[in-house]
Structure formats: structure tokens, C-alpha cells
């Protein structure tokens, strides 16, 4: 029998890290690309017409075609996510406490370097920032460099191709589900929901909407009644404006976005070099030992 890595190595199988053996994820990050894409959403009820894994299906579509196009590994995606604290108790939904979250985040990371990958950037289709950046930062200062995104960050006033802003198992949200996942959803069942707000939704950024003056972000303050209450079937918009065509175009305009951050990272930190620089398995504690690699001067410049 031929030995697995005797005819694969510097190859891969699959665009997915965990359908790859150990040796070939290794082969492949040292000599191929070692950018590793973590695609995180949720367990989250979507309506009446999405599945409960609407999030985590949308970062996966998104994952797989910047994979292809930039040569990156995915990383197997955990499935659950975090949740502000007013989406506890409704049914569908099964939300990480942020602490939960972090830990998960910062223990893939660090697993994934292991096997060689320098550089990651997570894709999440949930509304999670406040547990991924907490983790960002902590895996910066550990020498991880981790960039944390969501995919709506890149459909700032996307009128062009929405009726509405995005906000959840709405036009955007089903649109990229008809496009990835039709065989999961039931669209007859799809109809307008809302929820009754503390304060006038003037003064919430919708997900992907470009902030005006006087505009908090959605998770900020008060805003949120417990969700089990507020909303009228779990919608808050209207799935009933989506396509097929819509979905393709918001992913085709996200992947082309992240397509050219990938490449402006390959470009200025070739494979194998840590754009940070170090790794300070001290953490916090540590920040007055770190050296910097031989790629890097004493100022953390690469070289
Ligand atoms: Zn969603």
C-alpha cells in the first residue's frame, strides 16, 4: 500500500481541514497556504421557512467559494454560537454563553497553528461580535494573527440588490439561503414578521447597513425585549421579497471581498510567515517577554 502522503503531500483532497489527513494539512501549510478560514454561525431559530442552522449553512456556502478561488483551508465549523443575552428561552434556538464562545474560538485556533497554519480568518454569518472579538484579541496577544468577520460587513446600503436591510430569516437572510440551501427550505410557509422595540429602530445599524450620525449598534443598549416575547414568528423582516438571484448576487459580492483581502494578505506575508511576528504562549502576562521571529525586526516589522 502507497503511503497516503507519498502521493498527496503538498496536495489536498478537500478545500475542508478535517476531510484532509494530519500530514497533508501539514504538507499543505508549509509549502502551499497556510491561511485557515473558520466559518462560525449559530443554532438559531430562522422563521418559519429557514432551517435552525440558516447561520452556520450561509458562513459554510461563503467559506467553500473563497476556498476554492483562494487556495485556503476551511476549518470544520462548531455549528452553535453566541447569542445576546435576550435570545435565551426561545424555542430553536440553542445559544453558547459568550465565555463558552471564546474558549471555543481561541482552542480551534490554537489547534490549527499547530498543523502550520499562520493565519486565520473567521467567517461568521451571526450576529456574534461580542464573543469574536474578545477572542481576536486574546489570540493577537498569544501571537495568532485572527481577523474576525461577518459576512454582512461587506453589504454596507446593498440597495442595489435589497429592498430592505438586512436583518434576520428576512429578504437578505432567505435570498442567500434560496441561493445555497433550497432543498432546506419552505418558502410557502415564508411570511412578514416584526417585534415591538423599546425605542424607534431610527436609531439602531441594521446588520450590514452603514451607520449615520446617531445610529448605535443593534446589540448596544437596551434596545431588546427577551425575543420570545417581542417577536411575532421569529422574522424580522420580509422573507417574502427573496430570490434565487438575490442570494447569488450578495455571496458573489462577499466572496470577491474577502477573495481580495485573502490576496492582499498572501501578498505582503508570504507562506509561511506569521504577520505577527511571535507567539507569547504567556498571553497577557507575557507581553514584556516577547521576541520577535527572524522574518521580523525588534519592532515587529517584517523584515
Ligand atoms: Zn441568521
Known sequence: MVMQTKFKLNQRDSVWFHENSGQVNQAYAKNVCDI?????????????????GSDTFNAIG??????????????????YGSHPHHHWGMPGTIPLKYETHIALLEDIVRGAAVAGFNKFIIISAHGQVS????AVHKLGIEGYFTISSTWYDFLRDNKEVL?????????AETSVALHLYPEHLNMDLAEKGGGHGLVDSKWKIAPGQAAMPGMMYHFE???????????????????????????????????DYYVELLEEIKSKYPCGINPLGFRNPLGYEGTAAIEYDKDHD????LK
Not at 429592498?163 to 429578504?171: G, R
Not at 525588534?298 to 516589522?301: A, I
Open 163 to 171: 429592498k430592505d436591510f438586512m436583518w434576520h430569516a428576512d429578504e
Open 36 to 52: 485557515a478560514i473558520l466559518p462560525i454561525g449559530a443554532i438559531e431559530q430562522h422563521g418559519p421557512h429557514c432551517p435552525c
Open 62 to 79: 461563503i467559506a467553500e467559494r473563497v476556498a476554492e478561488k483562494t487556495g485556503a483551508m476551511i476549518l470544520p465549523s462548531p455549528m
Open 131 to 134: 464573543s469574536m472579538i474578545v
Open 221 to 255: 443598549g437596551t434596545f431588546a425585549l427577551p425575543e420570545k416575547d417581542d417577536l411575532d414568528n421569529g422574522v424580522i423582516g420580509d422573507p417574502t421579497h427573496a430570490s434565487v438571484e438575490k442570494g447569488e448576487a450578495l455571496v458573489g459580492k462577499c466572496v
Open 298 to 301: 525588534d519592532k515587529g516589522q
